[in-house]
């Protein structure tokens, strides 16, 4: 398939680089955007047209539009890193191309070619590489977190799959998703609340799975927690992930164990990354149910030694505790060594400070 050209409409009025320089020294997650975006129009007679990077502004939608009212909506998330050269890399892309296809399949929305959609990162990254920040050294996760999106943007009330949607990619410098950086995060334990339901839309990156687990996210907030765990729907007894992020336990023996993939559970980038970089490291993976019971006797005979969760933009941190209704469960006694060694794999891996065996990273 022949790759895309995208047009370029630059930005009359960049970001100074004083202004961008303040914002790169201390960025926090999500708050801040770059000069440029992509857009892709897709209509059902003519397909994926006007490739385009244009300068990064609001967007104008019909109040009718479909994504407005049925949420007929995607998402991926993806960082670019910037190694010691200078030179700037993103990880696994392909993955997230996949997955946004699966996605878009689920939610009845085009799929864009893999091609596109990792020559779309390079379009917006030629123009806003000088967003991406330089770490200031092996234990700072600064990186310009790329995010992909399509909605349905027909105006149009019946319910049916969009006749219109666009497709937009931007840009935001990212440190530490957690505030207290590799800290280790609390976790409530939801009992009122599920995330996704079998034949649902668990395994999908929709927006909607964020929106249904965000009165749970409130409860973990009231509660003193960073993240909520979800048990499965329909026995109340497995545990599938939390409301932004995989989850793994590892064992006293070596045994590095994550909840399989059963379609209510999204399919992580980092979380296959880590199956992988485990094997590595002589641990012993598995994909496997893991119910709230494990976790709880593992963690009360020591059996389960540390438990930490993964994601793009959570990197990898541990978790100290579970809390639940009438319940707390110390999830660590120790520094976390097996997190904190994967974590720093994985990190040296995405700078550039160690062999790429995998073949894992991609120029932009
Ligand atoms: C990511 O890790 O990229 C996500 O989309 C999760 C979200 C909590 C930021």
């Known amino acids: 398939m022949p790759t895309a050209k995208f047009d370029l409409l630059p930005s009359a009025n960049p970001t100074a680089d004083a202004i961008r320089n303040d914002i790169l020294s201390n960025p926090g997650f999500g708050r801040y955007f770059s000069d440029h975006m992509v857009h892709v129009r897709w209509t059902v007679d003519a397909g994926w047209h006007g490739h385009e990077v244009r300068p990064y502004g609001p967007l104008t939608l019909d109040p009718a539009s479909a994504v407005l009212h049925y949420g007929q909506e995607i998402f991926e998330g993806i960082k670019a890193y910037r190694h010691a050269d200078g030179s700037v890399w993103t990880f696994r892309p392909e993955k997230n191309a996949e997955r946004f296809r699966r996605s878009a399949r689920r939610l009845a929305l085009p799929e864009l070619d893999d091609e596109t959609f990792v020559e779309s990162l390079r379009a917006l990254l030629a123009q806003d590489h000088d967003w991406v920040p330089t770490p200031s050294g092996e234990a700072d996760e600064c990186s310009l977190y790329l995010r992909p999106f399509m909605v349905a943007s027909e105006a149009f009330l019946g319910v049916r799959p969009s006749h219109e949607v666009d497709y937009y990619v931007i840009a935001s410098p990212a440190a530490a998703y957690f505030k207290g950086g590799v800290a280790p995060v609390s976790i409530w334990l939801s009992s009122n609340y599920k995330r996704a339901a079998p034949g649902g839309t668990g395994y999908a990156k929709c927006g909607g799975n964020y929106a249904a687990s965000l009165a749970a996210q409130k409860e973990a907030e009231a509660q003193g927690c960073g993240q909520v765990a979800f048990l499965d729907a329909a026995e109340n007894k497995w545990i599938e992930e939390l409301g932004g992020m995989n989850l793994f336990f590892v064992y006293h023996d070596g045994r590095l164990v994550t909840p399989k993939l059963t379609g209510t559970i999204l399919e992580g980038v980092t979380r296959d990354s880590v199956l992988e970089l485990a094997r590595d ?8 149910h893991i119910s709230i019971d494990e976790w709880r006797e593992g963690a009360a005979s020591g059996d389960i030694t540390e438990v930490f969760a993964c994601g793009t933009a959570a990197v990898i941190t541990p978790v100290g505790e579970l809390v639940g209704e009438d319940e707390r469960i110390r999830c660590t006694e120790g520094d976390n060594p097996v997190a904190r060694q994967l974590r720093s794999k ?19």
């Open 281 to 288: 490291e002589g641990l012993q993976p598995e994909e496997r």
């Open 346 to 364: 994985l990190l040296d891996l995405q700078y550039g400070r160690s062999e790429d065996k995998h073949g894992w990273l991609t120029r932009l």
